[in-house]
């Protein structure tokens, strides 16, 4: 059974628009969530994070909200560049868990010059 | 620092060998983390380390997989013997714990094909 999903398997957007991806998650113990960007051929690289006695964590052009009562996490990317094309990934993490990550499947996003 | 360090990057093998990747975690980092992409199952963690000690390795899909941290610089994942659905991308991981949470640092993986 999958703890975190991350429901869209691929995006595309076209360049200096909005990308927003999507995952939700089942285990109300996670209480802190990451976003991971990865190449082809390139391990996955830590993006931005997001503990949840916040609802919202900003660095540059990526956002990450958080809407725990939804068990629902979104990360923005503004303004697209095609650099951003990448899998996606958001994890996440509890105190039972250890420092175990759960990560979801994925999403592959594609910006489009 | 260079990095997470694996090797091979690239590993074809027939059905039955024995495989053996390696991992060279960042300095001072007292943790490591073996994962394992799939198309059907995404990254999974298969066991990770905390000071050179195995905490959970719950993910390890069976008997034929073994993992070893000798030292805080080094570590294998080995497979014997391996078979044509342990094909996949193998990562390493690694960081620094300390009682809060802090992200990890992969590895370019390791892809292995078993024919």
């Known amino acids: 059974d999958q703890q975190v999903k991350q429901n869209s398997p691929s995006l595309s957007v076209q360049e200096g628009r909005i990308s927003i991806l999507n995952c939700d998650y089942t285990?109300?113990?996670?209480?802190?969530f990451l976003w991971y960007k990865k190449y082809p051929a390139e391990g996955p690289t830590f993006l931005i994070s997001?503990?949840?006695?916040?609802d919202k964590n900003e660095d540059g052009r990526f956002t990450v909200f958080l809407n725990k009562s939804a068990k629902h996490l979104s990360l923005h990317i503004v303004p697209s560049q095609p650099g951003d094309s990448a899998v996606y990934f958001c994890?996440?993490?509890?105190?039972?868990?250890?420092?175990?990550?759960?990560f979801g499947p994925g999403t592959r996003l594609s910006v489009l010059p | 620092d260079a990095g997470v360090i694996q090797s091979p990057r690239h590993e074809v093998t027939e059905m039955g060998q024995e495989v053996t990747l390696r991992c060279k975690p960042i300095?001072?980092?007292?943790?490591l983390f073996w994962y394992r992409q799939t198309m059907m199952r995404g990254l999974e963690l298969l066991i990770y380390f905390n000071n050179n000690v195995p905490i959970d390795d719950s993910g390890m899909p069976e008997d034929r997989f073994s993992a070893k941290m000798p030292n805080a610089s080094f570590s294998t994942l080995k497979i014997q013997p391996s078979e044509p659905r342990d094909s996949a991308v193998y990562f390493c991981?690694?960081?620094?714990?300390?009682?809060?949470?802090?992200?990890?640092?992969f590895g370019p993986g390791t892809r292995l094909t078993v024919l």
């Open positions: 285990n109300s113990m996670f209480d802190y």
């Open positions: 991981a690694s960081s620094w714990t300390s009682g809060t949470y802090n992200e990890q640092f």
């Open positions: 300095s001072g980092h007292n943790s």
């Open positions: 997001i503990s949840s006695i916040k």
């Open positions: 994890a996440a993490r509890g105190f039972s868990y250890g420092q175990n990550f759960v």
